[in-house]
């Protein structure tokens, strides 16, 4: 099955190299290009991609409110495009917002070729980007700067089971399915199951918002 792409980045050079880059894989489609987050917005309203790469700096909108409107569309919008931001920077408060706003991971712009190819493929198959430390990293760095949200985040907790508890820890701490069956010795289609069940009661869009959210609600403390 094709990947539908769009590039969002105010750079011409940058959306035209990362254009022929991925339109070289007979698996990505690059359907559109824009400037800035406005334009991006309408253009994936209008083309429905599987992946959107945001840029994060950009002007008229920056890619932080262009995802929060593709993520949480208004009454009547279905499409819900997966989001890859693209930074030149490793720790960048837009970032961790865009995480939190549902955005799937992020990459640096001066990232390998396979890196970006392997980013949009992880993306589109409905996982999120977590394997760069630096995305861990980043995540426990604001944490450590926000108290811990015990309210809600919290009490949503308590609908998890024990092992659920336990494989959401796991993943916080930025392991794969086959790391979490390896340390709970069990199945990876079990790991697997259990991150399902995991992201559908707490109501996550992907592991990129589980770990914010083991943080956020005091599960995973920075350090541990």
Do not use: W
Request: charged letters at 25%; a neutral charge; hydrophobic letters at 45%.
């Amino acid at each position: 099955m094709t990947t539908r792409v769009i590039i969002v980045d105010d750079q011409a050079m940058v959306r035209a190299g990362f254009a022929a880059l991925l339109a070289a894989q007979s698996d990505i489609d690059v359907v559109g290009e824009a400037p800035d987050g406005a334009k991006g917005v309408e253009l994936s309203r209008r083309t429905h991609p599987d992946v959107v790469l945001m840029d994060v700096r950009m002007p008229e909108m920056d890619g932080l409110e262009a995802a929060r409107r593709l993520l949480d569309p208004p009454a009547g919008v279905t499409h819900r495009p997966r989001v890859l931001m693209l930074t030149t920077f490793d720790v960048d408060d837009y970032v961790y917002e865009a995480l939190r706003a549902g955005a799937s991971g992020f990459l640096l712009k001066d990232a390998p070729p396979a890196d970006l190819i392997a980013a949009v493929r992880v993306v589109a198959s409905g996982d999120a980007l977590l394997a760069p430390s630096v995305t861990r990293r980043l995540i426990a760095d604001f944490a450590k700067q926000r108290p811990t949200t015990r309210g809600r985040p919290a009490l949503r907790l308590k609908g998890l089971t024990q092992r659920e508890t336990e494989v959401l820890t796991l993943v916080a701490r930025g392991q794969s399915n086959t790391e979490i069956a390896q340390t709970l010795v069990v199945a990876e289609q079990t790991a697997k199951t259990h991150v399902s069940r995991i992201l559908t009661k707490l109501d996550l869009r992907d592991r990129a918002q589980a770990v914010v959210f083991a943080y956020e609600s005091g599960l995973v403390t920075p350090g541990e």
